[in-house]
């Protein structure tokens, strides 16, 4: 049994990366082998648009054809069990180095034909089957009251549909279960008193780092475990 995981993050020891790792933990803890790769590690791009994955007659059918550093990455992908992702939230949104990450992923394995006037009118051209379990990291709390920020304007950014996307995009398309995982509040800086961040009390997310971050290491371990878990039943 064989676990990925993918780190969105530019950093490969903090909020989403140290969540990646627990996560991993779990997996391992039922007996899966694991293993990371860091994006910002690796010279790629997102989706060229060449749609050589749609091609009729072509060997190239559900496969991402470009040649990079990502290549490898989406091969092993195909044959593992469970795949793990995380990124932290920029401007309501994952990071660039995930969301072309994502590009040459999903895409290839999107079907453009119409399989019938069914309720299931596309079928995915993914070869394999894949649990994946998507964890967000973000500054936003979950109060967003505490931030005296007005609910209208969190509404504008409309997180949850952007995570609902990826677990309808996942699952429909590796063939799969997904979920996903938020930690929220998270610490950013190490002293908060050298950035122009008078918005956040250092003492709050000080706080939250010590009582909720544990909880949510837990919650990434659970998910891994019971990810992992569900191909040894």
């Not at 990455?73 to 593992?80: A, D």
């Not at 007005?150 to 677990?167: A, S, V, W």
């Amino acid at each position: 049994m064989k676990v990925i995981a993918i780190n969105g993050s530019p950093r490969k020891n903090r909020n989403s990366a140290t969540l990646l790792q627990k996560a991993l933990e779990g997996a391992k803890s039922v007996g899966a082998d694991i293993e990371i790769n860091h994006l910002y590690d690796l010279n790629f791009k997102g989706c060229t648009s060449c749609f050589a994955c749609k091609r009729k007659n072509s060997n190239h059918i559900g496969h991402c054809v470009v040649k990079d550093d990502l290549t490898s990455v989406l091969e092993k992908i195909k044959k593992c069990n469970v795949l793990l992702l995380g990124t932290p939230i920029y401007f309501a949104n994952t990071t660039g180095a995930m969301q072309s990450f994502l590009e040459r992923l999903l895409f290839p394995g999107h079907n453009y034909e119409c399989q019938g006037m069914t309720t299931d009118l596309y079928q995915s051209l993914f070869p394999g089957k894949v649990s994946s379990g998507f964890i967000y990291t973000m500054n936003a709390p979950e109060d967003i009251h505490s931030l005296n920020i007005p609910e209208e304007f969190m509404k504008f950014y409309n997180y949850d549909c952007l995570f609902q996307i990826h677990k309808q995009l996942c699952g429909k398309i590796l063939n799969g279960p997904s979920e996903f995982l938020l930690s929220q509040d998270t610490y950013q800086f190490d002293d908060y008193s050298q950035y122009k961040a008078s918005r956040f009390d250092e003492k709050h997310k000080d706080q939250v780092k010590r009582e909720q971050y544990p909880i949510d290491c837990q919650k990434a371990f659970d998910m891994g475990a019971r990810l992992a878990g569900a191909f040894l039943k």
